[in-house]
């Protein structure tokens, strides 16, 4: 499977416990991206990175939230210190990025994390 | 942020029979896209529509770009079961840069057999 792939599929965690996710975009994508989606929602942004320069973050990204790219081609999402409000599912989406815009964006699975 | 409006927020349909939603916006997209979503799953790409006025099909499903800029509409012609799902409407806002793309509230379709 050449797709878009997001592990842990779930997550469970204790409230003040840090969690992290990762993402493995389509090969030959070099524009990766983080939404994250709430019940009755659509995906809304998070951040994003062309190889690995994360260049825009969304106001959603509180300072517990970091990502990164290292390589340009995995990417891990980590939340520090989870909130009950940060329930929700994240996903992760790539483009070839090659004409300069976001179009076509292909989606992971998601990863589902829940607070309790 | 940007606000996507989608209509109708749920459906419930008749096997066979056609569907019918819409996005409307204040902004102006130069670029739609209509992403199914099934429980569980991340959103899967229908169709992508670059310029106004363009229609453009996939299967059972039609979907155009207003002439405006500032709406799309998606039509699924003789449901079936597996049309199940949530539906989201998806743009890229019409300014320079790269903008990610902004998303509907989804518009949930139940088929009845």
């Given amino acids: 499977d050449t797709g878009v792939s997001q592990n842990p599929r779930h997550k469970i965690t204790k409230r003040g416990q840090n969690v992290t996710f990762r993402c493995d975009p389509i090969s030959e994508h070099n524009r990766l991206y983080w939404y994250r989606q709430t019940l009755g929602q659509g995906p809304e942004f998070l951040t994003y990175f062309q190889n690995e320069a994360q260049l825009e973050k969304s106001r959603l990204l509180s300072d517990r939230f970091s990502a990164e790219r290292p390589k340009g081609s995995f990417s891990t999402l980590e939340i520090q210190r ?7 599912m994240y996903l992760c989406a790539s483009t070839p990025g090659d004409r300069g815009s976001n179009t076509e964006a292909f989606f992971g699975q998601g990863t589902r994390l829940t607070v309790v | 942020g940007q606000q996507l409006n989608q209509s109708p927020q749920s459906m419930f349909i008749q096997e066979g029979e056609d569907v019918s939603m819409n996005c409307t916006s204040s902004s102006i997209f130069n670029t ?12 899967v790409l229908l169709i992508a529509l670059y310029k106004a006025g363009e229609l453009t099909s996939n299967g059972r499903l039609t979907a155009q770009f207003g002439i405006t800029r500032k709406d799309s509409f998606l039509n699924i012609s003789a449901s079936i079961p597996s049309d199940v799902g949530i539906y989201f409407c998806a743009g ?5 840069g790269n903008t990610p793309l902004v998303f509907g509230k989804g518009t949930r379709l139940s088929v009845i057999a």
């Fill in chain 1, 82 to 88: 989870t909130e009950q409000g940060d329930s929700a």
């Fill in chain 2, 32 to 43: 739609w896209l209509w992403y199914k979503q099934d429980p569980g799953e991340g959103p």
């Fill in chain 2, 92 to 96: 890229q806002l019409f300014q320079s």
